[in-house]
């Protein structure tokens, strides 16, 4: 074996090792807040100040030297009572009076000089907080991108990396009566070592995307609870208290429409576990009906209340089983990008609602992939309403620092924050690892880890990645296989196809594909797709970008996926045109990936009915 070969090979055992020392409860957030919008909580949503720190000397300056202090946006001071007392003061910035921005919001979407801005951003609300006595409070952040550092009245609360996911600090002895200085550094950068790194199909959307709160709590509190429909039909769940009164306290999951009420004590960690036969009148959840139970978990003065459906999904053999059933995965694969031509990445319920009315509505679907990372909460919830099932993924994308276990500890922790956060929601099914990665030894040992890990802390959930295929040309023809050994770990596979629109195979050749795949498995398509533009008609056919190619890719890619036996479902590429920096054909892109079924403002094209007859006839 080459050096090379054996150098990697051991490198890759070495991150399979690092890797384990990560456990579940390693990597469990140190606060979940679960459902934490059902408790009482100040939204400090709205009109921020911001200031621009391309340099980032609010943190550091040259050379990395600690940053001068008349820089450091994060103070807790009056730059301009300070300003008139005149003398030697000086100071370079100001928070109170600088620019405005709506926040959550991305930053490109606000200036044009914002556009591609990429870098280190300050921001600022002051607020009020009600008085609260005897309780916990916490900012809970839904989403920052990239890294985030936080500042209350100029102390340093906590750091955070990763443009995802939801995490919380608490703030109980820092917040004061009256006004409070909240101050954001968000550094929208990445970097070889980033999950994902800077490259990608999708637009930056640097900034706080995700509403930001103000969570209070009782001194002891339910910090995580489950309740979930198991295989072995019981509803099995757990209470996670936090705070000084840990154990033997006496706790009850209780569904009072089914007359439920199940009790638990805690341990001396404050975990209880409760495991209760479903009872007869149970609803199920599935797409048709999107049951959902108010489930309540109370300890002591602490009552949460969550919004559950309850259902079971499993693999057996190559169906997917969706309450002991076959289904199969009507899809579309989706950004989280509201319709405009601006986006912000600002994901109300009105625009969630939006887009995801056009898979289940418009083109009759069951099933949306939510790639390439977690989206926000509210689309989630809104899946387990309108009755759409879910791949939910990390940005593991293309590429990461393979051999570098920090970068895997960062990607097992987006994992868990997702997991922790999403854990409750019927609509998701699948947690995907990856998406598009070569193959070699230490990205397999990486996303080996990485299934472990989904797999240890949310074993009734199935795991998947969007893989690469490998092709054959030869006297026989083209023939597509999948030759990964991640495939041992994936309880359904999936591939990205994009034949007939990369590369120089007409339509025709497609539909004369064959494939060479394991039949023991389910098998999407997590991805096909090819580019239009929205009224760019050539009845030709013979002209991509227009309507007319773009349908009859479609045509082709569904009669040749029809003729796989073990296919369960596909996720098309994608629900709508999307902003990204890597399409710049100024006819066609002008920055937008057009392979949308709607363009940026929800025109439909023509490959929109080719799907959608596809899955009412199918
Ligand atoms: C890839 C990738 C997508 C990308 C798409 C495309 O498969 O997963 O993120 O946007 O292809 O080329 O449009």
Redesign the pocket.
């Known amino acids: 074996m080459k050096l090379s070969r054996m150098r990697k090979a051991l490198a890759a055992a070495m991150v399979c090792m690092t890797a384990s020392v990560a456990s579940a409860q390693d990597l469990r957030p140190e606060f979940v807040l679960t459902a934490s919008h059902a408790r009482a909580s100040e939204d400090l949503s709205g009109i921020w100040t911001y200031g621009l720190d391309l340099y980032r000397t609010g943190l550091t300056d040259i050379n990395g030297w600690v940053a001068k202090s008349r820089m450091q946006r994060f103070r807790d001071i009056d730059v301009e009572a300070e300003e008139a007392k005149g003398g030697t003061t000086l100071l370079e910035f100001d928070m109170d009076r600088g620019p405005q921005m709506d926040i959550p919001g991305a930053w490109n979407a606000v200036e044009p000089e914002l556009r591609y801005y990429n870098g280190l951003v300050w921001f600022q609300p002051k607020f009020t907080p009600q008085a609260r006595e005897g309780e916990r409070a916490f900012l809970r952040f839904g989403a920052v991108n990239y890294k985030a550092y936080i500042y209350l009245n100029g102390e340093e609360v906590g750091r955070h990396e990763g443009g995802y996911t939801p995490f919380s600090l608490e703030v109980t002895d820092l917040l004061r009566e009256g006004e409070n200085r909240l101050v954001v550094g968000v550094d929208s950068e990445h970097d070889a070592q980033s999950i994902p790194t800077p490259i990608t ?2 637009d930056l959307y640097g900034g706080i995307t995700r509403p930001v709160e103000l969570v209070y709590t009782p001194e002891t509190f339910i910090d995580d609870a489950t309740a979930n429909l198991t295989t072995e039909e019981r509803i099995k769940g757990y209470i996670d208290l936090r705070g000084p009164e840990l154990a033997g306290q006496d706790v009850e999951m209780s569904i009072p429409e089914l007359d439920l009420t199940a009790t638990a004590t805690t341990d001396d960690a404050g975990m209880a576990t409760f495991d209760v036969a479903v009872p007869e009148d149970l609803e199920l959840w599935s797409p048709e009906t999107p049951k959902l139970y108010d489930v309540e978990f109370r300890a002591g003065e602490d009552t949460l209340v969550d919004r559950i459906g309850f259902r079971t999904v499993e693999v057996n053999g190559a169906d997917i089983l969706l309450n002991g059933e076959p289904i199969f995965l009507k899809g579309i694969s989706m950004h989280e990008e509201e319709f405009g031509t601006n986006p912000a990445r600002r994901i109300t319920e009105q625009a969630a609602r939006a887009l995801l009315g056009e898979v289940k509505d418009g083109l009759g679907g069951n099933y949306v992939r939510l ?2 990372y977690p989206h926000s909460d509210v689309t989630v919830r809104l899946a387990d309403e309108m009755g759409l099932l879910v791949w939910s993924e990390i940005p593991v994308y293309w590429t990461a620092d393979w051999e570098n276990p920090d970068v895997l500890r960062k990607a097992q922790t987006m994992q868990a924050e997702m997991i922790y956060r999403d854990r409750n929601r019927a609509s998701v099914i699948i947690w995907s690892v990856g ?2 990665t070569p193959v070699d030894d230490a990205r397999t040992a990486f996303h080996n880890s990485l299934a472990d890990t989904a797999r240890e802390l949310d074993p009734d959930r199935l795991i998947s990645a ?1 893989l690469l295929v490998k092709r054959t040309d030869d006297e026989n023809g083209t023939t597509l296989s999948i030759n990964d050994p991640l495939l041992d770990k994936l309880d359904v596979l999936a591939v ?1 196809f ?1 034949g007939g629109w990369y590369g120089e195979d007409t339509l025709d050749d497609v539909a004369k594909m064959k494939w060479d795949t394991p039949l023991d498995q389910p098998l999407l398509f997590s ?1 096909f ?1 090819a580019d239009a533009v929205a009224g760019f008609h050539d009845a030709s056919v013979s002209k991509k970008f227009s309507e007319e190619y773009q349908a009859a890719f479609y045509e082709s890619t569904l009669a040749m996926a029809s003729g796989l036996p073990n296919l369960r479902g596909m996720s098309p ?1 994608i629900l709508k045109d999307f902003q ?1 920096p890597r399409r710049e054909h100024p006819v066609y892109q002008n920055g937008w ?1 057009r ?1 949308g079924l709607l363009s940026e403002t929800g025109q439909k094209k023509m490959a929109y009915d080719v799907l959608a007859d596809f899955y009412r006839d199918h």
């Open positions: 199909d999708w790639s390439h998406n598009e969007a990205n994009y991805e797709g590429w990204s990936n392979k």
